[in-house]
């Protein structure tokens, strides 16, 4: 069965560094490839927000709060991808997500989801 397998969160103080990990497991290795990995986060009453994008091809787009601090990077062959976070805020804190969605393919697979807090 497909799944995405998520680690890295944590408690870090503000201005400090975290990195999250996501693995696709399962028969990711079967069928389409993925084309798409993301990074979400959500906190108590919001909606999930998008806060990294990496295409199958390498292009990237981020949040624009996070844009200068956080990097996302991807392997494709090992299915796995990462989200490196600089300069955390207390603003940061939330539960993290990562998701992927096969080429041609509407189905979006989703994390466990993380939970990073920055303290102040």
């Known amino acids: 069965q497909a799944r995405l397998v998520e680690s890295g969160g944590g408690l870090v103080p503000a201005g400090g560094s975290l990195t999250l990990s996501c693995e696709a497991t399962?028969?990711?290795?079967?069928?389409?490839?993925?084309?798409?990995y993301r990074w979400y986060r959500q906190t108590p009453g919001n909606q999930r927000e998008l806060v990294a994008e990496?295409?199958?091809?390498?292009?990237?787009q981020y949040g624009g709060s996070v844009k200068g601090r956080f990097t996302i990077t991807r392997d494709n062959a090992s299915l796995k991808w990462y989200l490196q976070m600089n300069m955390l805020w207390p603003e940061d804190t939330a539960v993290y997500y990562c998701?992927?969605?096969?080429?041609?393919?509407?189905?979006?697979?989703w994390g466990q989801g993380t939970q990073v807090t920055v303290s102040s």
């Open positions: 399962g028969n990711f290795f079967n069928g389409n490839p993925i084309g798409w």
């Open positions: 990496i295409t199958r091809s390498g292009i990237t």
């Open positions: 998701a992927a969605q096969r080429l041609g393919r509407s189905y979006i697979y």
